[in-house]
């Protein structure tokens, strides 16, 4: 198993994927941005430890859409929701749904590293086990 740990950063908003980006470098992750959920699923890759960061609104396809989409693409592929709107509901909706973590933007910095790091720990236990898309 390499030791590459992926974030697919998914954001329709430039300077929120741009920062989340440099952030997660910084940390060490090799970050992957995407526009959209159409350029996310055209350049998908389900091998290797890796979870996805993903807007819950975006145009054309939502977060919820995307996230439907990738467990029957890439099943088990952790995802974490990032929204600029506080949503009780929302939050649940995502969590029920197995939803790895759901922040609400302007993410604290060490929330999101922590977060990132449980949904890598829950993706190098998928690869060990056998489950890896």
């Known amino acids: 198993m ?8 998914v954001d329709d908003d430039h300077s929120v994927r741009r ?7 910084a940390a060490g ?8 959920a159409a350029d996310f699923l055209a350049n998908l890759r389900c091998d290797g430890l890796a979870c996805a ?7 054309e396809v939502s977060g919820f859409d995307l996230f439907q989409q990738l467990q029957q693409k890439c099943p088990g592929l952790p995802v974490i929701f990032i929204t600029g709107h506080r949503d009780v509901a929302m939050a649940e909706r995502a969590t ?3 939803a790895s973590d759901f922040l609400i933007k302007p993410v604290d ?7 990132v ?7 190098r236990a998928r690869l060990i086990c056998g489950g890896g898309g």
Do not use: K
């Open 2 to 9: 390499t030791d590459v740990r992926t974030v697919f950063v």
């Open 19 to 25: 920062s989340l980006a440099r952030l997660l470098r």
């Open 29 to 36: 992750y090799q970050a992957e941005s995407f526009v959209s």
């Open 53 to 59: 960061l993903i807007d819950v609104r975006m145009p």
């Open 96 to 98: 029920q749904a197995g």
């Open 109 to 115: 910095e060490a929330v999101l590293l922590a977060a």
């Open 117 to 123: 790091e449980q949904a890598l720990a829950a993706s």
